[in-house]
């Protein structure tokens, strides 16, 4: 069965193999959980319209203005 989770407002939801979660919402923030979607904790990033997750964990996202960023993983 599905489960509401408390996010709110979002646009896109990348998930990693490691059950991280990121989610870009429709004001062009990025939050991210790392307990499977219990919590999320809102980033520093703004900006963005989409998300996604390399196989090696490099974040990938999409600006409104249509350009791609990436962030490696840690």
């Given at each position: 069965?599905?489960?509401?989770?408390?996010?709110?407002?979002?646009?896109?939801?990348?998930?990693?193999?490691?059950?991280?979660?990121?989610?870009?919402?429709?004001?062009?923030?990025?939050?991210?959980?790392?307990?499977?979607?219990?919590?999320?904790?809102?980033?520093?990033?703004?900006?963005?319209?989409?998300?996604?997750?390399?196989?090696?964990?490099?974040?990938?996202?999409?600006?409104?203005?249509?350009?791609?960023?990436?962030?490696?993983a840690?």
């Amino acid at each position: 069965n599905w489960t509401r989770t408390s996010a709110t407002g979002m646009a896109d939801v990348a998930v990693g193999a490691e059950g991280q979660i990121y989610l870009a919402g429709k004001n062009g923030t990025v939050w991210f959980s790392t307990d499977r979607g219990v919590n999320f904790t809102q980033t520093p990033a703004s900006g963005f319209s989409r998300v996604a997750i390399g196989l090696d964990n490099t974040l990938f996202a999409v600006g409104n203005n249509a350009t791609l960023w990436k962030l490696p993983a840690n």
